[in-house]
């Protein structure tokens, strides 16, 4: 069965980076469509970006910040996060989809990990 567990959150002053990690299990990621996604307090989920064999989408709030990755060995995801602000701060996940549009704007996102916690102090 497919499961998703993010890390690599923690907490960190504007302007810091972090590196997030989605390590896959019972899944092999490497021809499929992953994304990233946050979610802060009274907000809804928020896409980030979205890979799938290379190709890749940003969301325009984190366009030229983060950075989404893949490594098929360790079949893991990244998001490498720049140049934080503190709107940053929220519950990051990771998650799949098996078919259609891979965007994070797309529905059809799931198989979600616990989250990894993210905060930006100013």
């Known amino acids: 069965q497919v499961q998703l567990k993010e890390s690599g959150g923690g907490s960190v002053q504007a302007g810091g980076s972090l590196r997030l990690s989605c390590l896959a299990s019972?899944?092999?990621?490497?021809?499929?469509?992953m994304g990233w996604f946050r979610q802060a307090p009274g907000k809804e989920r928020e896409g980030l970006a979205s890979?799938?064999?290379?190709?890749?989408n940003y969301a325009d709030s984190v366009k030229g910040r983060f950075t989404i990755s893949q490594d098929n060995v360790k079949n893991t995801v990244y998001l490498q996060m720049n140049s934080l602000k503190p709107e940053d701060t929220a519950m990051y996940y990771c998650?799949?989809?098996?078919?259609?549009?891979?965007?994070?704007?797309?529905?059809?996102?799931?198989?979600w990990g616990q989250g990894t916690q993210v905060t930006v102090s100013s």
């Open positions: 998650g799949t989809k098996r078919s259609g549009l891979c965007s994070p704007r797309s529905e059809g996102f799931g198989y």
């Open positions: 019972g899944y092999t990621i490497s021809n499929e469509c």
């Open positions: 890979i799938l064999m290379g190709s890749i």
